[in-house]
């Protein structure tokens, strides 16, 4: 019998894009067992009451950037599962080709929860950011039953204002999660000659259309032109790729490392 946080990091791991026998590798746990429970719902998480890691109007007692920049990287690769007695793991799926976007996503966790561990987690591919606390589900109350792109993902009104505040580092957790800046190439006939012409662009892509929204809606704030296109399974891609734009992102964002 498995724990409900041995559970979620099996189902954490194929959300990243691993297969059911990847995770069953990496975690010893039956192919059929990962494929239920991937298919399946966890029992939403209970927030604890007086929570000492909010303010009185429930805004968390954090640093906001590091928050912003989390939140991005908690809707795009992150879950919280629920342990024993009333605590919880948070855990950020990142790809092992960006060592650097690793090193980040620990020094936001241990920011924004200063005094508990934070582990990583290594599997084939990827590796899973970690820090336990029974607070998480106050942080991000985003968190309840099922996949996010099943459920409605709405921000609390503080979560807003700080989105509001620091724009730049929600978009830039978003981007680090689910996103990418890539280099397109096209060729053009000049003077009867063919001349390759190279430009860079942003793309992130999210089944929730919630969190779509949230990413467009936070694009429009910061002056971010972009367009979306549906791709199969659901999946929405936006794609940023005006040169003004870019430029923009790139002063802020930047490519993943």
């Known amino acids: 019998m ?14 990243s ?31 604890t009451a007086d929570c000492p890691v909010l303010h009185d109007d429930l805004e968390p007692r954090r640093p906001r950037p590091d928050y912003a920049y989390l939140l991005g990287l908690y ?15 948070l855990r950020i799926a990142c790809g092992d080709a960006w060592p650097g976007l690793i090193d980040e996503c620990a020094r936001a966790v241990a920011a924004v929860m200063p005094h508990n561990k934070v582990q990583r987690v290594r599997a084939t591919g990827c590796t899973s950011v970690v820090s336990t606390s029974k607070h998480w589900p106050c942080l991000f109350p985003q968190h309840g039953p099922g996949p996010k792109h099943l459920r409605r993902i709405t921000l609390a009104p503080w979560q807003q204002e700080i989105v509001d505040a620091h724009p730049w580092e929600f978009l830039r957790g978003l981007i680090h999660s689910d996103g990418c800046r890539i280099t397109n190439w096209t060729t053009r006939t000049v003077g009867g000659v063919d001349k390759r012409y190279e430009y860079p662009r942003y793309f992130f892509t999210n089944t929730s259309t919630d969190i779509i929204r949230l990413f467009t809606d936070t694009l429009d704030a910061v002056g971010v032109r972009w367009k979306a296109a549906t791709r199969p399974a ?24």
């Not at 498995?2 to 959300?15: E, G, K, P």
């Not at 026998?21 to 399946?40: D, L, Y």
């Not at 809707?75 to 793991?89: F, K, Q």
């Open 2 to 15: 498995y724990d409900t946080a041995t559970r979620q990091r099996a189902v954490s791991l194929h959300a």
């Open 17 to 47: 894009g691993l297969t059911f026998s990847q995770v069953s590798r990496a975690t010893g746990i039956s192919r059929f067992a990962i494929r239920e429970w991937a298919t399946g719902t966890v029992l939403a998480a209970r927030p």
């Open 75 to 89: 809707l795009g690769d992150g879950c919280i599962s629920e342990g024993r007695r009333n605590v919880h793991a």
């Open 234 to 257: 659901g999946a929405v891609n936006v794609s940023v790729a005006r040169k003004e734009s870019v430029a923009l992102m790139d002063a802020r964002i930047g490519p993943k490392y």
